[in-house]
Every structure is written in C-alpha cells, then in structure tokens.
C-alpha cells in the first residue's frame, strides 16, 4: 500500500520560508512521477511542480519559479519543496502526489495523494 505524508507547514511571515517534506512509504520513489499542488480559497487546485523519481529533471510553475525548489532524496524515499520569499498569496494547503504516469500528474488525477499540509503566510 503506497502511502504519502507531507510535513513541514507551519505560519510564517511574509519574506520567509519553509520547506516542505513528502514522504513516499510501500514503494520506492524511483517507480512513480511525483509532484506538489496546493489548494488556496481563491483558486482551484494549482500544480507547483513536478519531477520523475530518480531522475534529475523537474518542473516549477512559473507563477513560482524563483522561489520554490523541488528536490528529492531517493535515499530517504522523500520529496521536497523549499519555499522561499513567502507571500501571502502562497496561504493555502499543499499536498503532494504520486502516479506512475505523469499524464496523471499534469491532470491533476493522481493515484496517490498525501493528507495535506497548511501553509500559512500573514504579517
């Protein structure tokens, strides 16, 4: 049974940072695409980025490239995302999601997704 588990949200002020961990258990990162949405109260469900497990190449939304970097440690079986230069426009709750086919990434229909973790972004 694949199982994912974000950690890392939190409140922060506007300008900092955080970094958001997702942990894959029952396979191993390498067999799945593997990617990161949030879901604000003003928008619909955006993706943030992606990348294939164990490969290099990632994706970064261009409403936050510059800021947020997907990483992700095979060892660990883990999926990252470093925030930085928070804003709050970025409150919202950021789940990451695992398919072995990346159609179902960029589709928003992943097989697997994580219980979610809260972002909060104010002064």
């Known amino acids: 049974q694949v199982e994912l588990v974000e950690s890392g949200g939190g409140s922060v002020q506007p300008g900092g940072s955080l970094k958001l961990s997702c942990v894959l258990s029952?396979?191993?990162?390498?067999?799945?695409?593997l990617g990161w949405f949030r879901q604000t109260s003003e928008k619909e469900r955006e993706r943030l980025a992606y990348l294939m497990g164990g490969r290099d190449k990632v994706y970064v939304a261009d409403s936050v490239k510059g800021r947020f970097t997907v990483s992700q440690d095979n060892a660990k079986n883990t999926m990252f995302l470093q925030m930085d230069d928070l804003k709050p426009e970025d409150t919202g709750t950021y789940f990451c999601?695992?398919?072995?086919?990346?159609?179902?990434?960029?589709?928003?229909?992943?097989?697997?997704w994580g219980q979610g973790t809260q972002v909060n972004v104010s002064s």
């Open positions: 999601v695992a398919d072995e086919r990346l159609e179902e990434i960029l589709l928003a229909r992943a097989k697997y």
């Open positions: 029952g396979n191993t990162l390498s067999s799945y695409f």
